[in-house]
């Protein structure tokens, strides 16, 4: 058996890209090399790695079982040829995922502070919900997860990294917005603005504060927070969102804060797959998310330069 490196990277890249022709413009390659290429690993092996349905190659489960060590031989390969270079200095592409507050609130501070001590400037951030998240680390499309909600998977590690504020919303001109001492039955008969299923906000909310609410009524279900910020403004209902992403719109009056007696206090954790191969780059920007301190960060980019 004579498995190459190059048969490996063609493996891995299909499994991302799902048909040949896309594997092929990934790679640079025609899709006739990227066909035979495959078809000599499979032959090798003695097994089919994708199952053939109309033009689109899903992984089977023979080729679950090679994922895991291909990805890590490939990975292994780059370690080895920056073995010798710049001591210290870490290498390859890091693929991260953020869920929506965390890729849009957090992430570019965490990121901007990582660049600074490690001087790696080579990662990539998809951001998406929770649920497509952890799809996506599933399938070794990336190499670490930062999410707003607690998830069970068998396949992942998760950890728990930083702590987050969640609040309620309404528009000014919302009945709740002038009343105090707020009870949980002021909710009753209530509209809301939620996320799609699979958002860490969404799950919050359905955690957290439907089950306290004997009638309530979702007005609108929208994919972006700036979306429900502005329906919460436009009066369209209620909004459960984390501060971090709602202080802006707080901060402008465009929408106000219904104090309500709850924890309103939720993890973000960090997620890798178990079986995937931690490189130096990865172990490095792990190590540094649990060292990182998120106020600290947050506070000194709101504080005035002289």
């Not at 078809?39 to 199952?51: K, T, V, Y």
């Not at 609130?105 to 998406?128: G, K, N, T």
């Not at 728990?160 to 002038?178: G, I, K, R, T």
């Not at 009066?235 to 971090?244: I, R």
């Amino acid at each position: 058996m004579n498995i190459t490196l190059k048969q490996l990277k063609v493996f891995t890249t299909i499994t991302q890209h799902k048909t040949l022709t896309a594997s092929a413009e990934k790679l640079f390659l025609t899709k006739a090399a990227v066909s035979l290429s495959l078809g000599e690993l499979e032959r090798q092996l003695g097994h089919a790695l994708f199952d053939r349905v109309n033009n689109r190659l899903i992984l089977n489960q023979e080729g679950k079982r090679l994922l895991p060590i291909a990805d890590e031989l490939l990975h292994r390969s780059e370690d080895i040829n920056h073995m010798f270079q710049a001591e210290n200095q870490l290498h390859g592409q890091l693929k991260i995922g953020a869920s929506d507050t965390i890729g849009n609130q957090v992430a570019p501070y965490l990121l901007r502070d990582f660049r600074e001590q490690s001087q790696h400037l080579d990662q990539s951030l998809f951001i998406s919900n929770t649920t497509l998240i952890c799809q996506k680390l599933t399938d070794y499309e990336l190499d670490i997860g930062l999410i707003e909600g607690k998830i069970q998977s068998d396949q992942l590690i998760m950890k728990p990294w930083n702590q987050d504020e969640m609040c309620v919303v309404c528009s000014f001109d919302h009945p709740l917005a002038s009343k105090t001492n707020i009870h949980i039955t002021d909710l009753e008969n209530s509209q809301w603005l939620l996320r799609e299923a699979g958002s860490g906000s969404r799950e919050f909310f359905l955690r957290t504060i439907a089950p306290r609410i004997e009638i309530w009524n979702e007005s609108f279900q929208l994919n972006t927070t700036e979306a429900i910020l502005n329906a919460t403004a436009a009066n369209l209902g209620l909004a459960c969102l984390s501060q971090l992403a709602a202080q802006s719109a707080i901060n402008d009056q465009r929408v106000v804060v219904v104090s309500l007696p709850l924890n309103m206090s939720r993890r973000f954790w960090l997620l890798v797959h178990k079986e995937k191969y931690q490189s130096p780059l990865l172990k490095s920007f792990m190590q540094f998310c649990s060292d990182w301190e998120m106020s600290n960060s947050l506070k000194r980019e709101k504080s005035p330069t002289i």
